[in-house]
């Protein structure tokens, strides 16, 4: 780094001299200073020559303003060398980083935020700080001794010793100073770059049961962040020691120095511009100098080792601040299918729009998702929506809707007790009896006094704004809410009240944002088929909704799939793909398909509509709600239920939905 150093302050020997010239008027008005004021106390005053006193003190007011404007010239040539050192670590930082993201495009470095904002502002500050007190103390230094030599050179037998002590104590700090401040950077980098890793992993991590091994990690790295400012706390309290040293132990010896001082023909004045350059010049500068050198100097020092090619742009998997490996069991192979539930459960609660795991309304402790398989038509009547007022519920009467008919369910493939699961045709998949749910006991209900009957093997489309309980409705029938009042039934049977195993088979909720892991295309498509599934019908599921061209392109399903490269619709037709192969009876689609293209959406929608089962699909084009055998408006105080043509005559908030649909296609 020094030789670096050099190079770059020769390149600038024309800002170091005008930074210089400068800082020699700082230094005349430091001499001035104390030197006038012993010269009107010995000339002036204590002579009885009133006049020479004041005229000597008129000289060290002149010194003052001489001060400031040179304090002025300073900082303007200040910048001319600290915002290039700022331009150059930037490009350095940037650089870099572009170089190791085209090396490796899966990998990214989190640190490199720090390093581009953080690091480079405190590097470019500290350097600017340490130039202006480095400078000042020693034009202040050498002005102030000239001075005291000037005055009285035994005066600098009683100043000189602490001060050299109290500097060389100071030095012997510096370099464990800077030592503990690498350590705590190092530990403050890693701990941020272990929390960015595991935000981006939190499924990967719930999915294999990690959460305690991930906190207990991020905890001993929070921990070592915390030891190491407190040893670096202890080394300043040893700079302060110094500080007291060289700052407070001379004026002491002067004062206790002080008779035999004047027994030795120093004068009054002498003594008097003594103590003024020590408190007024400089003291000052040297505490300025030791807080900008324990501080900001070993903190320049570090960073800018960091910042020119100090820091690691990797690490091993045991090292502090490595990317998080998500430990526990694999999810991939013949695995219990409660793993498969607990990813499940974590996908489902990133993907709603509303918030969910509210305290009082906590999903099951495993749930999962799965695909579908059943048959049939459908009832309807309720209400939902926020603005309802407490205790009051909107009555807008019974609705009903065509019976659309439907061919009966299959069973899953290796899932031979599936049958006595699925409904047969003309029997209700999913039922909500007069459900309310409210994210708090304080909060308005999202839906209030809902009554829902899905028929087995029917499509129903939920629209409405955003906001307005949609994925509430997903969150409650996928069992991963718990309703206020009411019911939830799915299949017969009380959501979320199955055994361990049973959610990945019976209901799937693929959320908008997909779930991918890294492994092969093959696990994840397996991933909510507890018994497997044959090879014939996972290539079938990937071909139905339009995973072949990206199935190639990877390599094939035995390929290995880095989530990282993936865009979102690539996530999503894998996702969309795993639910259609999954065994469960019962689909719901929570803007799963938000991010493909409307071809890609209807081939994916046309898959589901022909696999046997029920679907819900939480729709965000129009083109969806015209697919589906009826649709659901929920506009915050009425749900209105039936066919497309149906619900276009009953609903205001759906004809102004279509509209805006059909004018954004255009």
Not at 179 to 201: C, F, K, N, P, T
Not at 341 to 353: I, K, M, P
Not at 447 to 459: I, K, Q, S
Request: charged residues 15%.
């Amino acid at each position: 780094m020094l030789p670096q150093a050099r190079r770059f302050l020769a390149a600038r020997l024309r800002v170091l001299a005008a930074l210089g010239g400068w800082s020699l008027l700082e230094s005349a008005h430091t001499f001035l200073g104390g030197y006038s004021v012993a010269q009107a106390l010995d000339r002036g005053f204590l002579a009885g020559d009133t006049r020479t006193g004041l005229l000597w003190l008129a000289v060290a007011a002149a010194a003052v303003v001489v001060g400031g404007f040179a304090n002025q010239g300073v900082f303007r040539g200040l910048a001319g060398l600290v915002e290039p050192l700022r331009d150059g670590l930037l490009r350095r930082v940037v650089s870099a980083s572009l170089r190791e993201a085209v090396a490796d495009p899966a990998r990214a470095d989190s640190a490199v935020v720090s390093r581009i904002t953080h690091q480079t502002e405190t590097a470019r500050d500290s350097f600017a700080g340490l130039v202006l007190v480095a400078r000042s103390f020693l034009f202040t230094a050498a002005g102030a001794l000239l001075g005291l030599a000037s005055l009285a050179p035994l005066l600098l037998l009683v100043v000189g010793p602490p001060l050299l002590l109290g500097l060389a104590l100071f030095l012997g700090t510096l370099i464990p100073m800077a030592a503990r401040q690498r350590d705590y950077l190092r530990a403050d980098e890693a701990l941020a770059e272990e929390y960015g890793a595991v935000a981006g992993g939190v499924r990967d991590i719930v999915a294999c049961g990690a959460e305690d091994r991930t906190a207990a990690r991020a905890a001993r790295l929070a921990e070592a962040e915390v030891g190491a400012a407190r040893s670096l706390a202890r080394w300043a309290a040893a700079r302060t020691l110094s500080l007291g040293v060289a700052g407070q132990l001379p004026v002491l010896l002067l004062v206790v120095a002080t008779p035999w001082l004047l027994d030795r023909g120093v004068t009054a004045g002498e003594l008097l511009g003594a103590l003024t350059y020590l408190t007024q010049s400089l003291l000052p500068a040297l505490h300025t100098l030791m807080t900008a050198l324990g501080a900001a100097g070993t903190r320049l020092l570090v960073i800018l080792d960091r910042l020119t090619g100090g820091h690691e742009p990797s690490r091993d998997a045991g090292e502090p601040g490595a990317t998080v490996a998500v430990p526990g069991p694999d999810p991939f192979a013949t695995a219990p299918s409660a793993a498969a539930g607990a990813a499940d459960g974590a996908t489902a609660r990133a993907g709603s729009r509303e918030p969910a795991g509210q305290p009082g309304h906590p999903g099951p402790a495993a749930p999962a998702a799965g695909s579908a398989v059943p048959s049939g038509p459908a009832g309807f009547s309720g209400s939902a929506g926020a603005d309802s007022g407490p205790g009051g519920s909107p009555d807008p009467g019974p609705l009903t809707a065509e019976t659309v008919g439907a061919a009966a369910p299959a069973a899953a493939p290796g899932d031979p007790g599936l049958a006595a699961l699925v409904p047969g045709a003309g029997a209700p998949a999913v039922e909500l009896r007069s459900v309310t749910f409210a994210y708090g006991a304080g909060a308005h209900p999202v839906l209030r006094d809902l009554d829902l009957t899905v028929m087995a093997g029917e499509c129903l489309a939920v629209v409405g704004p955003s906001g307005i309980g949609k994925s509430t409705l997903t969150g409650l029938v996928a069992g991963l809410l718990t309703p206020d009042r009411g019911e939830v039934r799915v299949l017969g049977r009380p959501a979320g009240s199955w055994s361990a195993g049973e959610p990945a088979r019976l209901r799937v909720l693929i959320p908008q944002q997909a779930y991918v892991f890294t492994g092969t295309l093959r696990e994840n498509l397996l991933y909510l088929c507890p018994d497997g599934a044959p090879p014939e019908a996972v290539a079938a599921s990937a071909e139905a909704v339009g995973l072949g061209p990206l199935a190639d392109r990877l390599g094939g399903l035995d390929a290995v799939v880095d989530p990282s490269v993936l865009s979102q619709g690539e996530r999503q037709l894998i996702a969309l793909a795993r639910a259609h192969l999954s065994p469960a009876p019962v689909v719901l689609l929570d803007e799963a398909t938000c991010h493909l293209d409307p071809v890609a959406e209807e081939r994916a929608e046309r898959a589901f509509a022909e696999r046997p089962g029920t679907v819900i699909t939480v729709a965000h084009r129009i083109s969806s709600a015209r697919r589906a055998d009826r649709v659901l408006v929920m506009d915050g105080v009425h749900a209105v239920c039936g066919s497309h043509d149906e619900v276009l005559d009953r609903s205001g908030l759906y004809r102004d939905l279509v509209g805006h649909w059909q004018t954004a296609r255009v």
